[in-house]
């Protein structure tokens, strides 16, 4: 592919290439596949080596000793690349540091191997050097010395050109095409791999290719069936199948109870809500009843969870080890939305049009090559990024593009169908919440029809119905809509039509100008909006903002609000959407003449009904239709570009709950570890309804967490800090930094710092990441060094390491062992008041005479608070310290609540320095907990 070309790869002290500095250079030269040439030297920086980058490459300052300057050898750089092609892997960072050393642009041809690897390699996990070369099976070197990571970058290149080798002549020829299109200079290295045109040849072959095997469909129609406690507590027993067959499994006496209370809930028709502590074992608890259940002929379970790493687990790992366990054989599936998987008729329509952008092109290349890979055409194997994301819209499966069994995929190689097949032939569906309420928005469309369902991660059940029950509409939303009626009306003119060939044509011309004349309508009126948002509170670059719309106060006489301008934008967008139905009447008459009308006539009613969709939530939105939603609208903006979103969500969703959920079903089991407040479930069963179902039919459990939290962990309050109030934030960060410096050196590291506002993570972030590194500490920061699953990858990675993280780190984050010894919590998490639906919800209480505090704030704080505490100990063998850094919680009566839902009965409090001589005394204890 590539004759003669300078792998190139740089280690530096940051990501700028005008405020940081090379540190290492590592170049070789190939010709004919034989490295001819190669330059390597560390480099003396101009700026401070940061700690991060030591721990990263290996590169000590000492080792940079006596180093060369990058002036003194910017002339051996620029004499070695002179006229080559330059290899990298994000080649684009390492060229910007070229350019920025010898002080001018360089013309080289540049070839990315991150881009070919998108392509060549579309379900990598990872796009990372080191990651791609493991999934490729090669060996390397040691990572993050520029060296040895230029080598791996040829044996990367020299795997992926042998893959280019071996993908059929006629794919290679619509490749090039779409690279080319893309911009890539890899379009150009493809010409002579293939000569012949791909057309409708290659089309049809890969149609070919897919599996053409038809599932019964399975009628869910079986009795309500049984299973016996006593056959549960059998595979569980300490000599049960469990014990002699699970790796590493430990019999659990809380695991045993939960399982049987599962099984009777289900024998018995019952909602049972079980609190099971961390390290209970919940999967395998209810997991176990279920499988026994289906295989003895009960009706298909639905699972339900909230986060896909839930699923992974159940899917990838519990399942498969039960049922070998068990000797039973389920047929199991992931349950999914249809907007998950490719659409074979539109990918086809999105190939053969040609009119794609730069970014579509690139991405298409990828979906080229996994098309003829992909057996579920689902594409999470594809780990889209945001861009792609958007792209991916234009050719996955919905319900308005479907054309059923008239698509002449239908029988054979449709995803979804295939998908929907196997759902309907299974006994265990596993799915996530918001599909859930997707089946209830459909009425019951979605999901196969199920016996008992079973809703673990239900502490967010409450969230996910607000999300999935609401309605949105925004700026992009129409602007997508907008750009796909213009591509489809251009690819329209090509098209000749039988009859009505003037009618046709003036259709066409009027529906691009009141298209054109809509595009004008809504960027003045989102526009108008912004500025209106911008003056009730302004807003600091980059800021995300929500401003509440209250029908008392959003209303047709408030001034600046753009009325005017929503009103006409309704009447062109009615009068686009009957431009579509003029089309689509001239089509039907044409479609029963030719059957090739058909996919253009269902481009049409799709944007037909996108059009409506959008017109009914714009409307419902913006006039505040229902007095039991909230609505409100949402604005990010940077620069010139601005995103903008009007939302609504139900205020009481317990109702709806109920109503569309509950009240239908024989069995549900809802479960977490942290569904009660004050050792109650009261208020997570009012919150999503089921306060509703009658008290003899519910069964509330709470079960212990089998570890000894009394032995392996100490609970400690800081009492000596500030409290935060408004305007004092960077004093109040100041102190918060000082204390944590010195709790963190007296666990040697290895803390998780949780806050509740990314701001003062931010400033604190900023106080402490020096001092810390310079004692041989690595701060890392959420958002400013990597998200959650790559920071919680090298805090573990790291022998002594500060993760300070917000939001998503109060759960979900499991690492056990060593690499966490201690949690720090700087401040009690209660919601923000400021958030629309939140305050909607206090309202509604307090306008029925009860206190929002302590029937919402408080327990909301306290399920978070127990999350909080809940990533200390992952593991019997687990020890460690959490610290809270809030007074309140022993000054405040409402601070017993907090203490008391948590597994140990005392703590120490103390100021800073008591605290950390506490910690220090017992982290070097042999008993571990010492008197407090």
Sequence with gaps: MLDRYVAVDLETTGLNPGLDSIIEVGLVKVSGREIIDTFHTLVMPAVKLPFFVQKLTGIEERMLEGAPWIDSIRGHIAAFIEGENLLGHNAGFDVGFIESALGRPINNPIYDTLELSRIMMPSAKSYRLMQLCKAAGLRTEAIHRAMEDAMAVIKLFEYLSNSVCGLDGHLIVYLESLLKKAGSP??????????????????????????????????????????????????????????????????????????????????????????????????????????????????????????????????????????????????????????????????????????????????????????????????????????????????????????????????????????????????????????????????????????????????????????????????????????????????????????????????????????????????????????????QVPLNEGEHHTFRIKNDYFCGDTPGLPWGEFENLIYRIK????????????????????????????????????????????????????????????????????????????????????????????????????????????????????????????????????????????LCVVNDLPLQGAGADRLYAKRISSSLEELILAVGGKTLVLFTSHRVLREVYGIVKASMEDKDIAVLGHNMDGNRSRLVEEFMRTERAVLMGSASFWEGIDIPGEALTSVIIVKLPFPSPSSPVIEARVEDLEQNGRSSFYEYYLPLAVIRFKQGFGRLIRSESDRGVVVVLDRRIIEKGYGKQFLNSLPVEGHFRGDTRGVANKIQHWMNSSTGRGDL
């Design 186 to 535: 890899w379009g150009g290295l493809l010409s002579g791999y293939a000569g012949i045109s791909l057309g409708n040849h290659f089309l049809h072959r890969v149609r070919e290719n897919y599996n053409q095997d038809q599932s019964s469909i399975y009628e869910n129609s079986e009795p309500w069936g049984y299973v016996a406690p006593e056959e549960v507590r059998r595979f569980t027993s300490l000599d049960g199948a469990l014990s002699r067959n699970l790796p590493s499994y430990e019999y659990r006496p809380q695991q045993e109870e939960m399982a049987c209370e599962v099984a009777r809930a289900f024998n018995e028709k019952k909602f049972l809500l079980v609190e099971a502590g961390t390290g209970t074992g919940k999967s395998i608890s209810y997991l176990l009843p279920s499988l026994l259940w289906v295989a003895g002929g009960g009706p298909r379970v639905v699972i339900s969870t909230r986060t896909i790493n839930l699923q992974d687990q159940l899917w990838f790992k519990d399942i498969p080890q039960l049922m070998r366990c068990l000797g039973v054989n389920v047929k199991t599936v992931l349950a999914k939305g249809r907007s998950n998987y490719l659409c074979r008729r539109r990918w086809d329509s999105a190939l053969s049009e040609g009119l794609w952008s730069d970014q579509e092109a690139r991405f298409y290349a990828r979906v080229l090559v996994w098309v003829n890979e992909t057996k579920s055409g689902d594409k999470v194997e594809l780990n889209l990024n945001h861009q792609e994301e958007e792209a991916w819209q234009n050719i996955c499966a919905e319900s308005e593009n479907c054309m059923g069994f008239r698509c002449r995929h239908f029988s054979g190689s449709c995803f979804v169908v295939r998908a929907r097949r196997e759902a309907e032939s299974s006994g265990l569906v596993i799915t996530n919440h918001a599909l859930l309420f997707s089946d209830i928005k459909t009425g019951n469309m979605v999901l196969p029809s199920y016996g008992p369902l079973i809703i673990d991660e239900a502490h967010h059940l409450e969230d996910a119905a607000t999300e999935q029950l609401g309605r949105q509409v925004s700026r992009s939303d129409i602007r997508r809509w907008l750009q796909s009626a213009a591509r489809i009306v251009l690819k329209s003119w090509e098209v000749i039509p039988p009859t009505d060939s003037e009618r046709w044509m003036h259709s066409l011309i009027s529906l691009r100008e009141e298209i054109n004349g809509l595009r004008m309508t809504s960027e003045e009126f989102f526009s108008l909006l912004k500025s209106y948002i911008y003056r």
């Design 575 to 714: 009068t686009v959407i009957s431009g579509f139905r003029k089309i689509t009447v001239l089509m039907q008459a044409w479609e029963l003449e030719n059957d090739s009308w058909g996919d253009r006539l269902k481009d049409f009613l799709t944007l037909t009904g996108k059009g409506e969709e959008l017109l009914d939530n714009l409307q419902f939105v913006f006039r505040c239709s229902n007095d039991s939603f909230v609505y409100w609208i949402s604005v990010y903006g940077q620069g010139d570009w601005y995103s903008l979103s009007m939302s609504s969500s139900p205020v009481r969703v317990g109702e709806l709950l109920y109503d569309s959920l509950f009240s239908g079903k024989e069995s549900v089991i809802m479960t977490s570890a942290t569904l009660t407040t004050n050792g109650s479930f009261d208020f997570f069963a009012e919150r999503v309804g089921i306060d509703r179902v009658s008290v003899a039919k519910v069964v509330k459990k709470n079960i212990e967490s089998p570890f000894l939290y009394e032995s392996q962990s100490l």
